[in-house]
């Protein structure tokens, strides 16, 4: 072992024992101390210094409790083993090899189009967040949402999407999932224990109802949406449909099936949970109204996010109840916290606010029409026939049919590899043929065509 050096800074605000903790915290987290490797005993340190023994002691007994050294009766005091050292050089700079994976940023192994968000206006409102509201990050978010955004979001979906609401009846949450555990939460308290899904569907969601212990039927849907004469009869239930752009399917539907399917909710005294997730993004003609748009009856909760239209690592969903529900949620909302980022609605508020949502749009829809028209272009310039996109003509994604021996998740790696990602869809798979959610909304316009080439000439390899 090195001997223990300690040059004594006489100007330092630190006190002489932790100059010597920190000494020898720094040889052992640079290698100079090795693990297991016995210390100067209290005496000998203290001589070999010229110090007390009484900071000596001081120092060790630091060491000892944040588990650098150990101390054995009878033989002295050693280098804790086992410890992850991440070595410094003399700038202090850390090795790389050395960082826990945690702290080391993985490349995206996915293309991506930095031209899908407007970062500079959302910077703008975080920083106006942070120097001008401050005060309001001292305090806990309002567990229904802040009040700004909710009032925003009002605004919005009246003028987008038709939906006439008050801020009270607004619900913010992290995500889709937790917007569904208030959901469960609330239907639970109206006796409500059954649920008809989409087949096929959204599966976070399925997950989300038989955790908390609800019934759940698969309800088919064909070119129109969901099938109505399936859904259950004479109980009071619950049913989860996107009308507007069905997932994974792309399916609308009609204005005659909607009005069906709101009979059906009032004759059984029944609730339809409406996912309008990314109904804003209707490239060919104008988006279709909101099913909650056409509710007079008040059985329609209208769920809406953000991830597709602002960048999906923003985790901020909502919800619209009908008035009757609204009550059943103030009862219960103060036992939950709010786990969306309060900074993070309050920049949004004052980005909708500022008309940068609107804007920014207007100009995805653009943008997404485009690079949808590219990639069908692309597919049937390229394609030998084995490769059936299934067009959508809204939505971020697009459903593709393969007609391979290759797995759903080899298929997927090919695309990786290449750079784009692919979602296995498993309700669509049969043993002919591989059915996979393929995101070209992420992609740059300029790279569409020679990126789909590769990839359907890898795929037919």
């Not at 072992?1 to 800074?9: F, S, T, Y």
């Not at 997730?277 to 809406?304: H, Q, W």
């Not at 529900?325 to 103060?334: C, D, L, P, R, Y």
Request: aromatic share 10%.
């Amino acid at each position: 072992m090195k001997p223990i050096i300690l040059d004594i800074n006489n100007n330092s605000s630190d006190s002489l024992y932790i100059q010597l903790y920190n000494t020898i915290r720094n040889g052992i987290l640079q290698g100079d101390i090795k693990e297991g490797e016995r210390l100067p005993s209290l005496r000998a340190l203290a001589k070999d210094l010229n110090i007390s023994i009484t900071t000596t002691q001081l120092a060790y007994n630091q060491l000892l409790v944040e588990g650098y050294i150990t101390s054995r009766p009878q033989s002295g005091y050693y280098v804790s083993e086992g410890l992850k050292l991440v070595h410094q050089d003399s700038q202090g700079n850390f090795s790389k090899e050395d960082i826990p994976e945690l702290y080391i940023s993985e490349e995206n192994p996915y293309i991506c189009d930095a031209e899908c968000f407007d970062f500079v206006k959302w910077k703008k409102c975080a920083a106006r967040v942070f120097n001008d509201y401050s005060d309001m990050l001292l305090f806990e978010s309002d567990p229904q949402g802040e009040a700004a955004l909710r009032v925003e979001i009002c605004k919005y979906v009246y003028s987008a999407r038709g939906v006439t609401c008050s801020p009270g009846q607004v619900v913010i949450g992290a995500g889709t999932q937790q917007i569904t555990n208030h959901l469960c939460r609330i239907l639970s308290q109206m006796d409500i224990n059954h649920v008809s899904l989409e087949s096929p569907g959204y599966l976070p969601v399925q997950s989300s109802f038989s955790d908390k212990g609800f019934a759940i039927s698969h309800v088919p849907v064909d070119r129109d949406g969901l099938d109505i004469s399936r859904l259950p009869i004479n109980i009071s239930s619950a049913v989860y449909v996107s009308p507007s752009n069905q997932f994974p399917t792309g399916a609308v539907m009609p204005v005659g099936r909607r009005h069906q399917l709101l009979e059906w909710a009032q004759a059984n005294g029944s609730i339809i949970i409406e996912d309008d997730y990314d109904s804003e993004l209707r490239y060919f003609g104008k988006p279709v109204p909101a099913l909650r748009s056409l509710d007079k009856d008040n059985n329609v909760v209208y769920l809406g996010s953000f991830s597709s239209t602002l960048f999906p690592a923003v985790k901020i969903s909502y919800m619209v109840l009908p008035e009757p529900m609204v009550s059943i949620f103030e009862k219960i909302k103060n036992h939950y916290t709010q786990t969306c980022s309060k900074a993070e609605q309050l920049t949004l508020a004052l980005f909708m606010e500022k008309g940068y949502y609107s804007t920014g749009i207007r100009k995805l829809r653009k943008l997404y029409s485009q690079k949808l028209t590219m990639t069908l272009a692309s597919f049937a310039k390229y394609n030998s026939g084995n490769v059936s996109p299934i067009d959508t003509r809204s939505g971020i994604n697009l459903t593709i049919k393969i007609k391979t021996k290759k797995t759903a998740e080899r298929l997927c790696s090919e695309a990786k590899s290449l750079g784009l990602q692919m979602i296995p869809l498993s309700e669509l798979t049969d043993q002919d043929t591989t059915s996979l959610i393929f995101y070209y909304s992420k992609l740059p316009l300029n790279k569409i065509e020679s990126l789909i080439k590769n990839l359907i000439e890898l795929w037919e390899s």
